[in-house]
């Protein structure tokens, strides 16, 4: 026998006081109409979640049922507690709320305008994927502002949680500038993440490393007995 010294390939394990996030969108919310405008909370559109929202939100709690989560965080729109709620009644968790992670503001088409003004394609729209700026939209929050607010929002969850994951519920502006700082991609780069869905990222020694980004293979899982694929 060889008594040469081999070394496999190891997988992955958390290093001493990092934080693991499972960065998620929230469930679909209902759909947007010029005669019913969304809600607003402090000038943001709180729409509640779909039908196909809560159908996300119940197999994401499936997903990470068997997952050693130590906190939950959402943020102050309802769309994000409506996701966050099948995970947190397995878990006998109360989530915490982090406003700084609640989503870009857009200034002028809050309350479902921008989501209209997306699927006719405004000149407005078009603009801002060239130039990947949410400032583009009229009285929209910049950028950098956005970022700032985000990296606050994400420190203070990371310096209470190491050596712990933790699961964090937002919104796809808010994963598309995590994502982005954490990469030093573009701007917009991972702005499409889906609703439902989960990107991992580490937190270590003030870096953010991403392990997995927009996984919806719980998404297709089936509730209860019923074993058809989503459509």
């Known amino acids: 026998m060889s008594d040469k010294k081999t070394?496999?390939?190891?997988?992955?394990?958390?290093?001493?006081?990092?934080?693991?996030?499972?960065?998620?969108?929230?469930?679909?919310?209902?759909?947007?109409s010029e005669d019913n405008p969304f809600p607003l909370v402090n000038g943001?559109?709180?729409?509640?979640?779909?039908?196909?929202?809560?159908?996300?939100?119940?197999?994401?709690?499936?997903?990470?049922?068997?997952?050693?989560?130590?906190a939950v965080y959402v943020t102050n729109l309802r769309r994000t507690r409506e996701t966050a709620a099948p995970l947190c009644k397995i878990k006998g968790i109360v989530p915490g709320v982090v406003e700084d992670l609640r989503e870009v503001h857009l200034g002028?088409?809050?309350g479902g305008v921008f989501r209209i003004k997306a699927h006719q394609n405004h000149p407005s729209i078009v603009e801002m994927y060239e130039r990947q700026e949410w400032g583009v939209i009229p009285g929209a929050e910049s950028n950098s502002e956005v970022d700032a607010r985000v990296a606050r929002g994400l420190e203070h969850?990371?310096?209470?949680?190491?050596?712990?994951?933790?699961?964090?519920?937002?919104?796809?502006?808010?994963?598309?500038?995590?994502?982005?700082?954490?990469?030093?991609?573009?701007?917009?780069?991972?702005?499409?993440?889906?609703?439902?869905s989960i990107s991992h990222l580490v937190a270590h020694r003030g870096r953010l490393s991403l392990r997995r980004f927009n996984d919806t293979s719980h998404l297709s899982l089936a509730i209860g007995s019923d074993t058809s694929m989503p459509t």
């Open 7 to 32: 070394y496999r390939q190891t997988k992955f394990v958390r290093p001493a006081g990092a934080t693991e996030i499972l960065l998620i969108r929230h469930g679909e919310s209902r759909a947007a």
């Open 44 to 70: 943001q559109g709180d729409p509640e979640l779909a039908a196909t929202g809560r159908d996300q939100a119940e197999k994401l709690a499936q997903r990470l049922a068997d997952h050693a989560i130590d």
């Open 108 to 110: 002028d088409w809050e």
């Open 157 to 196: 969850i990371i310096s209470k949680h190491p050596d712990q994951m933790v699961a964090v519920v937002v919104h796809g502006g808010v994963i598309g500038s995590v994502l982005a700082q954490a990469t030093r991609s573009e701007p917009f780069a991972f702005v499409g993440a889906d609703n439902g």
